[in-house]
């Protein structure tokens, strides 16, 4: 188990960007990813990024506005967003799969939302337009 903490939301106008953080005690070991859910609507993944940092994946939502990175040493995993929309606007959460050390999965990036089982308590974004 690890305790995630997500930092960074907030409000912002349409065409804005924010950063967001998610930092934890040994998240280097882990494959991260962030989800969003808007009110009414399903969790969905909107960046996730292997253990080993040199894999990343987008949906086409997203792609080309976010990007998910990691900084090892800081056990932290950001998610700069820029050129924010209304359609934006949810609930963003981090969250994370141990992969432990298996030197096979180290690469590996997990889209699925059930993949994850540590998860963050979420951080509100809303973008105004």
């Known amino acids: 188990q690890v305790q995630l903490v997500e930092s960074g939301g907030g409000l912002v106008q349409a065409g804005g960007s924010l950063r967001l953080s998610c930092a934890a005690s040994g998240l280097s070991t882990y494959a991260v990813g962030w989800l969003r859910q808007a009110p009414g609507k399903d969790r969905d993944l909107v960046a996730a990024i292997s253990r080993s940092g040199v894999n990343t994946y987008y949906p086409d939502s997203v792609k080309g506005r976010f990007t998910i990175s990691r900084d090892a040493a800081k056990n932290t995993v950001y998610l700069q967003m820029s050129n924010l929309k209304p359609e934006d606007t949810a609930v963003y959460y981090c969250?994370?799969?141990?992969?432990?050390?298996?030197?096979?999965?180290?690469?590996?990036?997990?889209?699925?939302?059930?993949?994850?089982?540590?998860w963050g308590q979420g951080t509100q974004v809303t973008v105004s337009s």
């Open positions: 969250a994370a799969h141990n992969v432990r050390n298996n030197y096979i999965l180290i690469n590996y990036v997990y889209t699925r939302s059930n993949d994850y089982e540590n």
